[in-house]
């Protein structure tokens, strides 16, 4: 997340707004319009969406009757919510004790650094976004990364780049693809 | 009225205040940066408005204790001084003081809190903390530059007192903590004449986007 002002805005388009917009309602009806409900809204619809786009913000604070400002203050307190849809590639690194003693933030670093986005953000392509995490339970393997789901352990710099290889190569077959059928 | 005694000097004093304001009122100075009047809990997070009071087993924040008759205080303890230098390295070590580029009026009232508890204006021997943030936050109709906020949550509350729907909070936890604006529906055109947090900013971390652009093309002039 950038500093301060949110900026997912770009990422987030009309469209998928109004498609969050039409289903909040249905979320809202389980709630009452209590500020001691902001929590548990706010997790349902991350739990739906997978982040808190600006649009969603804006509806939970009209719903409950407080400001935007102070459900995003809210929300940035807790490592929890995402702000980012989530990309193609989801990384995410543990930061738990045994991946934090054995280097995870310089693996964390590494990806960051690869992608040019900090945790908790999303390429503009929205090929890739990382996530820091707490302990995924396989601390033998430490320092961990879990993408797309798969486990991978022992991480390094070197498997990090290994892993950019694949998926630039699986994206250069994807698009040869498009512009094959498109052709 | 009650009787209260502030360096040795015998001072009288409206019941409700709390020392600090019993002392600023009488020209006494206590370094503070968070306290507001309009507050009704005092926020009591800069942790520079330390005194000793007779009967207390250590320092006190005088934002937070109302003055009794009888009461007698002590501004300049070593104890009360020991605190103060300690919570103003800390905050010293998130702010790194530009005088040249930075618009607050000199000297600043960190620079004069620095000077009556003399300490300069680096955090040594702390050190530094980058916390990666950048230098200039685009808040709509303002600027905001996390480096110089000191935190005082000032902004923050004054909004909330004119708005009650507030423009202005405060973003994650712990060191990266820093103030964030998010523009509502309800609110979206407020900020144009308001410009009471930039007033209430006691460090220029908030600058109405106007006097910037005006100032930046003053200089290229
Ligand atoms: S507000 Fe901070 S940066 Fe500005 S002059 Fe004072 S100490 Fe320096
Ligand atoms: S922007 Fe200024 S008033 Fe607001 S918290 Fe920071 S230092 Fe205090
Ligand atoms: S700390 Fe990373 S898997 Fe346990
Ligand atoms: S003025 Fe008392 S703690 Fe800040």
Redesign the interface.
């Known amino acids: 997340m950038?500093?301060?002002?949110?900026n997912a805005n770009q990422l987030v388009t009309e469209e998928e707004e109004r498609a969050i917009a039409e289903k909040l309602p249905a979320i809202f009806r389980e709630f009452s319009q209590e500020r001691t409900n902001l929590l548990p809204i706010l997790q349902r619809i991350q739990e739906t969406f997978k982040f808190l786009s600006?649009g969603a913000?804006?509806a939970v604070?009209?719903y409950i009757g407080?400001?935007?400002?102070?459900?995003?203050?809210v929300a940035?307190?807790y490592n929890q919510f995402r702000f980012h849809p989530p990309g193609r590639h989801e990384i995410k690194v543990c930061m738990g004790t045994a991946c934090h003693v054995k280097g995870g933030d310089i693996i964390l670093e590494n990806f960051e650094r690869k992608l040019g986005i900090k945790e908790g953000e999303t390429t503009p392509d929205r090929e890739y976004s990382i996530e820091r995490v707490a302990c995924v339970g396989c601390c033998a393997l430490a320092p961990v990364a879990v993408v797309d789901d798969k486990v991978i352990g022992y991480m390094q710099p070197s498997k990090v780049e290994g892993l950019f290889l694949q998926f630039e190569i699986q994206r250069k077959i994807r698009e040869g693809q498009i512009k094959a059928e498109a052709s | 009225m009650v009787k209260i005694t502030v360096d040795d000097r015998e001072l009288e004093v409206e019941e409700h205040l709390t020392v600090l304001e019993a002392c600023i009122q009488n020209g006494i100075f206590i370094p503070n940066l968070c306290f507001l009047k309009t507050r009704h809990h005092p926020h009591a997070s800069c942790r520079l408005c330390f005194v000793s009071i007779e009967g207390y087993d250590r320092p006190v924040t005088s934002c937070t204790e109302r003055v009794r008759d009888g009461m007698v205080v002590k501004t300049n303890t070593p104890e009360v001084r020991a605190l103060q230098k300690s919570a103003f390295k800390l905050l010293m070590s998130l702010h790194p003081c530009h005088p040249k580029i930075c618009p607050t009026e000199k000297p600043c009232l960190l620079m004069r809190i620095a000077k009556h508890i003399g300490v300069g204006l680096n955090p040594k021997p702390l050190e530094h903390i980058d916390r990666g943030?950048?230098d200039l936050?685009?808040?709509?109709p303002l600027y905001?530059v996390?480096n110089r906020c000191v935190l005082c949550a000032k902004c923050i509350h004054t909004c909330r007192t004119i708005?009650q729907?507030?423009?202005?909070?405060?973003?994650?936890?712990g060191i990266m903590t820093?103030?964030?604006?998010?523009?509502?529906?309800?609110?979206t055109s407020i900020c144009a004449n308001c410009n009471a947090c930039v007033d209430v900013c006691p460090v220029a971390a908030l600058l109405p986007k106007s006097a910037f652009t005006s100032s930046v093309e003053s200089r290229k002039a």
């Open positions: 950038e500093a301060g002002k949110h600006p913000m804006r604070a009209n407080i400001s935007t400002s102070e459900v995003y203050g940035t307190f | 943030l950048p936050v685009d808040f709509g905001y996390p708005n729907m507030p423009l202005l909070t405060f973003a994650k936890r820093m103030v964030a604006y998010f523009d509502g529906e309800q609110n």
